[in-house]
């Protein structure tokens, strides 16, 4: 029976170059999913895929995983096709409006805390964050909370007894502790929402594998690493494109003596790649899977153990499942509202 795979934000970066990386590998018994928000560039994505991979099988999902509504319907379309998910690359990701403090980067320059400063962007970036038509802050409805609805949504089809399922998350080495607030989960108040989204989505991978392992559904977080994609491009968009490729020689250097310059979005996707092939029942669920390369080139994968506690982790999951009534039951009365006010007057026909 084929492996169904659904990759999120799989049109470009890392999501694009794991499915490569996956096609590569076994192209005979995978069935690729591609969600995406935006139909012309999951085409374009699948065009490339097939390209190199003529007979493999990659289909198109539809979906905003910031909108509630959206990645309510694109399960439903995803239980009418497949039986079972193998695999769910919980991917798609922002940082919007990233601002880099250039002050804080020459002060940790000529600090101790260069290579970290380098390998995690602590202290640099901070972003503008803003609002979804439902009402949740943008980059906590797409790195997490959309993520979170579809997996709720989705349980019929990763739970299966006698037979286990994969959630692998995207997640950041920018996922730091000291960005994230459990009474505002969200990250309403602060100006770090994309370290705090990442932070959440460590925390929420702990809290499902304590309720969905002995379903049969395992989680793990990855970090790919820095890698040069639209996302990175992003922090400083006014940058023009040959100043990045000027300052690549530079990045190759600092790769030397911080393995986490993965750089290329192949050598980003590797932890993702390599818990593809691991038994998740061997996976340690507290630690993260980085992807690394080394000064030579060569990637490997290495867990490093998170910062974060299982009393935290169900705290956490308590607030999203309160939050995830909070937003179906306004979907539900935004959806009567629209009904009623298209339904016909009463006597006309
Ligand atoms: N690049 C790095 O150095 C780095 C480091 C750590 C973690 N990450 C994480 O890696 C993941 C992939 O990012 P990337 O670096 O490969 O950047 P990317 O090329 O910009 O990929 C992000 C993907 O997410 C999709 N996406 C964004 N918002 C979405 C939405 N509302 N609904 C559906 N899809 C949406 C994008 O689709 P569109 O094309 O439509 O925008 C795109 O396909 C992200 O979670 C990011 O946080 C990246």
Redesign the pocket.
Known sequence: MNKVILV??????????LCERLLSQDMEGLQLCL????MH?AQAARSALLSSHPTAQVDLLQ?????VS?VICAAHQVKLRYSRLDYLYL?????PNPQFDVKAFFRGLFSSNVITMFATAEGILTQKDSITSDGLQEIF???LF?HFLLIRELEPVLCHAGHTSQLIW?????AHRSAFNLEDIQHRRGNQP?SSS?YASDLLSLALNTHYNKEGLYSSVT??????????Y?ILPSFPAFLWILLMPLFWIIRIFTNTF?LT?HN?AEALFWLFKQKPESLNPQVKYHSLTSGLGNNYTQPCKMDIDFEMSEVFYEKLLQLESEVRKKLKAKQQKSSTSFSPPAGSS
């Open positions: 999120t934000g799989a049109n470009s970066g890392i999501g694009l170059a969600a995406c928000r935006n560039r979906m905003d995983i910031s909108s959206s991917n798609a990701g922002i940082m409805a797409t790195n959309g995207t997640s950041s080495s920018n994309y990442k970090c790919p690493g820095f890698v040069m994609t639209s996302l990175t992003g993965t979005p980003g």
